[in-house]
C-alpha cells in the first residue's frame, strides 16, 4: 500500500485530470520518465499495463532520493478562442523522497511560466506556446 505522501501526491494528479494528462518525471540523476494518465468516470488509469501505476510509484520513490521534479500536462475541453486549439494546462512539482514516502511542493503558475518560456542555457526568452494556461 502506498504512503500517505505518495497518496496525496497521486491524488493531486489525478484531480488535474479532465480527461487525459502526461506526467513527465526528472529524478535525481537526470533521467526523465513519462506515463499517460486518462480518465475514465471517477477512475484514473495510468498507462496502458495494469502494473505501470505501482511502476511509476517506485520510479518516484527511488528517483527522489534526495530530490526530483515532475511537469503535469492535462488537457482541457477548453478550446482557444484564437487558435481554436484545445487549451492545455501546466502544473509543476518539486518533489523530495523521504525514505518509503514522498513530499511534494506545487510550483506557483508564475515560476512555471518563467521556467517553461526560458531557454534554459541562455536565459533568453523563448517563443511562447499558444494555447497554454499555467496552474
Known amino acids: 500500500m502506498a ?13 488535474h485530470c479532465n480527461s487525459s494528462a502526461i506526467a513527465t518525471f526528472l529524478n535525481s540523476d537526470g533521467e526523465s520518465f513519462a506515463i499517460d494518465l486518462n480518465r475514465q468516470g471517477h477512475k484514473v488509469t495510468y498507462g496502458t499495463n495494469l502494473d ?3 511502476f511509476f510509484v517506485a520510479k518516484l ?8 521534479s515532475l511537469i503535469l500536462r492535462s488537457f482541457t475541453p477548453d478550446i482557444d478562442e484564437f487558435t481554436q486549439l484545445p487549451i492545455k494546462e501546466l502544473r509543476g512539482y518539486v518533489l523530495q523522497g523521504t525514505g518509503n514516502d514522498l513530499e511534494f511542493e506545487k510550483l506557483p503558475p508564475k515560476v512555471m511560466f518563467a521556467c517553461h518560456n526560458t531557454d534554459a542555457e541562455t536565459g533568453e526568452p523563448l517563443p511562447l506556446e499558444q494555447s497554454v494556461r499555467y496552474c
Not at 10 to 15: T, V
Request: hydrophobic share 35%; with cysteine; proline share 4%.
Open 3 to 15: 504512503s500517505s505522501g505518495v497518496r496525496l501526491f497521486l491524488a493531486e494528479l489525478e484531480s
Open 52 to 54: 505501470i501505476k505501482e
Open 61 to 68: 520513490l527511488g528517483g527522489c532520493q534526495p530530490h526530483g
